[in-house]
């Protein structure tokens, strides 16, 4: 009975630790061609606030940590701000700017209570 008790608790250790490990416990990610795994090991590796993951299906896709929504608002809009677009408005989880005529929708989510995910169009910077 006690071999017993003790391969259960070695299993469940196992498999706890395989969880904790590859990021199991976090949400999906709204990208295919990324693991949580690495969006968390970029972003811990990383110096900066802002980090990109990757382009896939015609967006842009960042990663913010331990950011809140309006933060990740700020530090959007500064950087486009150097690209030349200019703000107009918030709508839901897009921001709206607007450049010689063109327009542009960035949108933001919590991935977490710690990440905020950010896709930009894939061209956004031409």
């Not at 990740?72 to 607007?98: C, H, P, S, T």
Request: hydrophobic share 40%.
């Amino acid at each position: 009975m006690q071999k017993v008790i003790v391969s259960i608790g070695l299993i469940i250790l196992l498999v706890g630790t395989f969880v904790f490990y590859n990021k199991f416990y976090l949400p999906p990610l709204p990208i295919e061609s990324i693991s949580k795994k690495t969006v968390i090991e970029k972003i811990n590796d990383s110096e900066t606030r802002m980090v990109k993951l990757r382009k896939e299906n015609g967006k842009e896709w960042y990663v913010l940590k331990g950011e809140n929504i309006s933060t990740a608002d700020e530090m959007i809009k500064e950087m486009l701000d150097q690209n030349g677009w200019v703000f107009k408005e918030r709508d839901g989880r897009g921001l709206f700017f607007e450049r010689h005529g063109e327009n542009l929708i960035v949108t933001t989510q919590m991935w977490t209570g710690d990440y905020v995910l950010v896709d930009f169009p894939a061209d956004f910077n031409e």
